[in-house]
Structures are given as structure tokens and as C-alpha cells.
């Protein structure tokens, strides 16, 4: 297991977390609040943050640490685990963790109006 010196900022491999989600269950088109709980999950196994500091005003970069290689661990996380594409121009808009999760159910429902 990583110390917490170890986390993002050890220049680990992206598939470091991909290989570790291998064995969860894609959820691309399942309950809306599983999809948020997996990002949550998603976001703690990237950052080695405590899963306290997983919420929607906390800052990706700022608050729990994730760094340019995390951005892109996000979208192969969020294709093989939520099945999911996240454009690489979506996903460096992302300045929250509420930034995706809004991102998230805006796929669930494309008509719905995002604050």
C-alpha cells in the first residue's frame, strides 16, 4: 500500500488505478447515484485522499491533490469503470469534485438545467 507521500504525485503509471478497478462492474447506464458513489470512489483510489474530503465543493487540485497525470486517470476510470467518454476538454474544465458529479448527471439527463 502507498505511504501518503506516495499518492498521485509518485509519477505512478495511470494504469496503476485501472488495473485495481479491473474486476468492478461498468455501471454506464445504471442508477445515477451509484455512478456518483463510483466517482467518489474514483476520485479516493487517484488522490489517496480521505474519503471525508470526497465532496462537491472540495477542489480537485487544491483540496484533494490531484495533479495533470490524476485528470487523465479520471478518463480512463470513467470509461472502464462508469462506462463513460469524458472529452479531455470537458474533463480540464473540471474544477470540483460538484464540476463532475453535475457532468455525471447531465448525462443522465441531457435536458435537465445545470446551475
Same mark, same amino acid.
Given at each position: 500500500?502507498?505511504?501518503?507521500?506516495?499518492?498521485? !504525485?509518485?509519477?505512478?503509471?495511470?494504469?496503476?488505478?485501472?488495473?485495481?478497478?479491473?474486476?468492478?462492474?461498468?455501471?454506464?447506464?445504471?442508477?445515477?447515484?451509484?455512478?456518483?458513489?463510483? *466517482?467518489?470512489?474514483? %476520485?479516493? !483510489? @487517484?488522490?489517496?485522499?480521505?474519503? #471525508?474530503? @470526497? !465532496?462537491?465543493?472540495? !477542489?480537485? @487540485?487544491?483540496? =484533494?491533490?490531484?495533479?495533470?497525470?490524476?485528470?487523465?486517470?479520471? *478518463?480512463?476510470?470513467?470509461?472502464?469503470? *462508469?462506462? =463513460?467518454? @469524458?472529452?479531455?476538454?470537458?474533463?480540464?474544465?473540471?474544477?470540483?469534485?460538484?464540476? =463532475?458529479?453535475?457532468?455525471?448527471?447531465? %448525462?443522465?439527463?441531457?435536458? #435537465?438545467?445545470?446551475?
Amino acid at each position: 500500500m502507498p505511504s501518503s507521500s506516495e499518492h498521485n !504525485r509518485s509519477g505512478a503509471s495511470p494504469m496503476r488505478s485501472s488495473s485495481s478497478t479491473a474486476h468492478q462492474p461498468a455501471i454506464g447506464s445504471g442508477d445515477p447515484e451509484a455512478r456518483l458513489h463510483q *466517482l467518489e470512489l474514483i %476520485l479516493q !483510489r @487517484i488522490s489517496g485522499a480521505d474519503p #471525508a474530503q @470526497i !465532496r462537491p465543493e472540495a !477542489r480537485l @487540485i487544491d483540496d =484533494i491533490g490531484i495533479d495533470s497525470l490524476g485528470f487523465y486517470e479520471i *478518463l480512463i476510470e470513467a470509461d472502464e469503470c *462508469l462506462g =463513460i467518454k @469524458i472529452p479531455e476538454e470537458e474533463l480540464l474544465k473540471f474544477r470540483t469534485v460538484g464540476d =463532475i458529479q453535475a457532468y455525471l448527471r447531465h %448525462l443522465e439527463n441531457p435536458d #435537465a438545467q445545470t446551475s
